[in-house]
């Protein structure tokens, strides 16, 4: 499994930004997909993730209700829409993908900054 990820930038703290994960290699069926974060001098941290078979998402308490993962079957591409940005949200992000069954993720893409103003 491939994994591209892209669309991150600088914005202004409200403002709003789509990140998109290009999988290829297998289809994603099975997998599962995940959002991934990591602040300067913090740990990598988990953002978001979604069961690529049945949609069901999970979000971490500090993004709930203003983020939202999402896939497009047909493109094999999740999707994070990133509302009400924050300058704490500024990191890198990754997405990651793992068989759903298993609980860790195995393929990372490279990440892309996201860099919220104040």
């Known amino acids: 499994v491939q994994l591209q990820a892209s669309g991150g930038g600088l914005v202004q703290a409200g403002g709003s930004l789509r990140l998109s994960c290009a999988a290829s290699?297998?289809?994603?069926?099975?997998?599962?997909m995940g959002w991934f974060r990591q602040a300067p001098g913090k740990e990598r941290e988990f953002v978001a993730s979604?069961?690529?078979?049945?949609?069901?998402?999970y979000y971490t308490d500090s993004v709930r209700g203003r983020f939202t993962i999402s896939r497009d079957n047909a493109k094999n591409t999740g999707y994070l829409q990133m509302n009400n940005l924050k300058p704490e949200d500024t990191a890198v992000y990754f997405c990651?993908?793992?068989?759903?069954?298993?609980?860790?993720?195995?393929?990372w893409g490279q990440g892309t900054q996201v860099t919220v103003s104040s």
């Open positions: 290699g297998r289809t994603f069926n099975s997998y599962r």
């Open positions: 979604i069961k690529w078979s049945t949609g069901n998402t």
């Open positions: 990651a993908a793992g068989l759903s069954t298993v609980p860790r993720y195995d393929y």
